[in-house]
């Protein structure tokens, strides 16, 4: 059997589907498996916020619509950009191996976060790792940035400037505000965070200055896990995908999307969930989390212990219903 897999065309993206690729050829080795670069928004539109072109789906959009229509078999992501839900007809495999979940920092001259010079400055395209991250440094100005990795390592190496456009409130005729040409302040950058998992696969971790705890900063709801998507009616591959799947990657990453549904995340709010084993022999697992406004200026996080022989909602319930008090009390 021939099985075309979709991809974006972007380095990790590649050699993530490289690695599907290999694992399955090893697996598998009567059948063939050949990567397909499809376009997506989010490459497409590189110079907004991603908060400003849409929401996850922008990243998988044309590529789903490449399985709905039969051009592709299967697809890989990055988890951690999926909506909470597949489009119609689509489905999941059961997850494989978690690499890193963590965010970690890479500094262009200090040698770590408390060394950094008060105000400065941190490129980031996440709301969820900014307002963290200012509540470990609030002195820090953190700037907006997109592209893939090898490009924002680029950006902070070469100091290259970076455009943050001012919000003017003192304008209230409509008419004078759309012809007010639009201002900026400009930043170069100190350092950037990066998820650990995408820089250690493009092979660049020794780069890496410093590793955020996932108590420091928690991680996005599956950060690190790649997902396998299919035709739900396809059950011959999704049996040959299932097969090569790791249980706790599985449980944990179920958890955190669960989360993020019950939850209403979206690109436009930080959102952060971290599901892990505490105690195998005591068949617990801890999960934290957290949520807030837009803006930032609401922020809750929670941390809860659950045993694995209950029903594994319960946790994402007491999370939720925990996040959504602190912020009511607020």
């Not at 376009?39 to 400003?52: H, M, S, V």
């Not at 299919?230 to 059950?235: E, G, K, S, T, V």
């Not at 019950?262 to 709010?269: A, F, K, M, T, V």
């Amino acid at each position: 059997m021939r099985y075309l897999i979709g991809t974006r065309g972007s380095k990790l993206a590649l050699v993530q589907t490289d690695y599907v690729i290999d694992k399955l050829k090893r697996a598998y080795p009567d059948d063939d498996f050949k990567a397909v670069i499809i376009k997506t928004t989010g490459d497409l539109e590189q110079k907004k916020a991603l908060d400003k072109i849409g929401s996850k789906g922008i990243f998988v959009k044309e590529i789903e619509d490449e399985l709905l229509s039969g051009k592709i078999h299967m697809a890989v992501h990055s988890m951690k950009d999926m909506p909470d839900e597949p489009a119609a007809g689509l489905t999941f495999a059961k997850a494989w191996k978690r690499e890193d979940p963590r965010d970690v920092l890479v500094l262009k001259n200090a040698a770590s976060l408390d060394e950094l010079p008060h105000g400065a400055v941190i490129g980031t395209g996440s709301k969820r790792r900014k307002y963290q991250l200012l509540k470990l440094r609030p002195d820090l100005k953190v700037v907006g940035i997109r592209g893939n990795i090898d490009t924002r390592l680029r950006k902070l190496y070469d100091g290259e400037i970076i455009y943050e456009e001012v919000a003017d409130n003192t304008v209230n005729n409509n008419e004078i505000a759309n012809e007010k040409q639009n201002q900026y302040n400009e930043y170069r950058l100190d350092g950037i965070v990066l998820a650990a998992a995408g820089i250690k696969r493009i092979g660049r971790e020794y780069e890496i200055t410093q590793y955020f705890s996932e108590d420091d900063m928690i991680p996005a709801p599956t950060q690190g896990t790649l997902a396998l998507e299919l035709r739900a009616d396809n059950a011959k591959l999704m049996a040959k995908l299932n097969a090569l799947s790791d249980e706790k990657t599985n449980l944990c990453a179920g958890i955190e999307r669960e989360f993020l549904k019950q939850i209403g995340g979206n690109c436009h709010l930080p959102v952060a969930a971290y599901c892990d084993i505490v105690s195998e022999k005591d068949s617990r697992l801890r999960l934290l989390a957290m949520f807030g406004s837009e803006d930032g200026k609401q922020l809750a996080r929670t941390e809860q212990i659950w045993d694995m022989t209950s029903d594994r909602n319960d946790i994402v319930e007491r999370a939720v219903h925990d996040i959504r008090y602190k912020l009511e009390s607020n």
